[in-house]
């Protein structure tokens, strides 16, 4: 059973950084497509970063600039540097690994991040 274990969430005030972490299991994760969603109250769940088999990035228009993705695949983790948070950045993270062998999606539990004065 894979396991995608998220931790790093929690309270900053606007203008501050936190750095997600998320540990997988399993002997794939090189071989993994790796991203980053989340969540606010209300909303669906949008894609955030992701971070390809082989190092390429993607990022939503609105961290852009501001969120880093990056991964060790020696440590079976990936990481979302975030600085310059915004309230509206407020929201549960989510882990998700593709293996892009079967093309089974695996996700995590969350971590809250909330950005608040």
């Known amino acids: 059973q894979v396991q995608l274990v998220e931790s790093g969430g929690g309270l900053v005030q606007p203008g501050g950084s936190l750095r997600l972490s998320c540990a997988a299991s399993?002997?794939?994760?090189?071989?993994?497509?790796m991203g980053w969603y989340r969540q606010a109250p209300g909303n669906q769940r949008e894609l955030v970063a992701r971070?390809?088999?082989?190092?390429?990035?993607d990022y939503a228009d609105s961290v852009k600039g501001r969120f880093t993705i990056s991964r060790d695949n020696a440590k079976n983790t990936v990481y979302l540097q975030m600085n310059s948070l915004k309230p509206e950045d407020t929201a549960v993270y989510y882990c998700n690994q593709i293996n892009t062998d079967t093309q089974t999606v695996y996700w995590g539990k969350g971590t809250l991040v909330t950005v608040s004065s």
């Open positions: 971070i390809l088999r082989y190092g390429s990035t």
């Open positions: 399993g002997s794939f994760f090189s071989i993994s497509a």
